[in-house]
């Protein structure tokens, strides 16, 4: 069975500083992604950011990067120059390609201070 | 291109009625789909998922079941709702081997 734990319930930042989410898993499987959603007051999942567990390098998109841990199984989602819209619950998943399992983190509310 | 519909988006019901949500997905074949629940302020507990028709996985025992009558069609359903039934329900798909999952618009739940 997949598992993936956030450790941090809450998270809070000062507008334009960054910010660092946890975020560790456990599967089996060598073939897999992982990902951060947003999700606003609205509900709706946003897909922040995508990991291939294949690929070494650590995905970035704009202001938003990983640190991929392959061997620590960890997948920590570094936030910069946060903004206001950046407040959400952020989940951290796995999509286990064997299975096709998607299994999703606990959460992590994030709040932007201005 | 691909979309997934989820309806009702909202919805009371009283303590003992029953309960069909659906959710269908369009542009794509074959999907795996899930259903999950969101307690208030709190993570996503998957429910359900399915990787082909009348292929259906329990994560957790419930009060609720699931069909897929059709391969792009997912429902969830129960026969007596209980109050602790109330929460947000998720419908979502991916493709085997693809690299993203897809999301609806979710229902609210409210068991009354």
Redesign the interface.
Known sequence: AQTVT?SQPEMSVQEAETVTLSCTYDTSESDY?L?WYKQPPS???I?VI?Q?AYKQQNATENRFSVNFQKAAKSFSLKISDSQLGDAAMY?C?S?V?A?????????T?LMVKP | SQTIHQWPATLVQPVGSPLSLECTVEGTSNP?L?W?R?AA????Q?LF?S?GIGQISSEVPQNLSASRPQDRQFILSSKKLLLSDSG?Y?C?W?L??????F?G??T?LTVV
Not at chain 1, 99 to 107: Q, S
Not at chain 2, 41 to 44: F, H, Q
């Open positions: 956030q992604y990902f509900r709706q999942m897909l995508r291939e989940f998943a999509l390609n299975g096709n399992m998607l299994t999703f983190g606990g959460g509310r | 795996n899930y999950y969101q302020g709190r993570g996503l998957l998922y990787v947000f998720l979502a991916s085997t081997g693809g690299t993203e999952a999301f618009q979710g609210r």
